[in-house]
């Protein structure tokens, strides 16, 4: 079994930042993908950032430019750095993450959510 700890979160004025933590530990082999989604109210859930790993990072438009994925694979840690915040951004944030548990056992899992919120 993995477990998700999340961290970071809080509220925070228009142009304040944050940065999210997502830790990996259990059973893993290897580390595959991670991510970051958010679900505002009424909405549905979305990607916000995702990184391989090798590295490769892709971002939501919205976010592009604001925020930044990295990740430490020694640590199976996945961060979420955001700066600029506005009031949209406001969501409970969920981590994803991809391992594999064994040598070709492939498995996704999520988070408990991290609620952000951009008011002033």
């Known amino acids: 079994q993995v477990q998700l700890v999340e961290s970071g979160g809080g509220l925070v004025q228009p142009g304040g930042y944050l940065r999210l933590s997502c830790a990996a530990s259990g059973s893993i082999f290897r580390g595959n993908a991670m991510g970051w989604y958010r679900q505002a109210p009424g909405k549905q859930r979305e990607e916000v950032a995702t990184?391989?790993?090798?590295?490769?990072?892709h971002y939501a438009d919205s976010v592009k430019g604001r925020f930044t994925i990295s990740r430490d694979n020694a640590k199976n840690t996945v961060h979420l750095q955001m700066n600029g915040l506005k009031p949209e951004d406001t969501a409970v944030y969920y981590c994803?993450?991809?391992?594999?548990?064994?040598?070709?056992?492939?498995?996704?899992?999520w988070g408990q959510g991290t609620q952000v919120t951009v008011s002033s």
């Open positions: 990184i391989t790993s090798g590295g490769r990072t």
């Open positions: 994803n993450v991809e391992v594999y548990t064994t040598i070709s056992s492939r498995r996704n899992y």
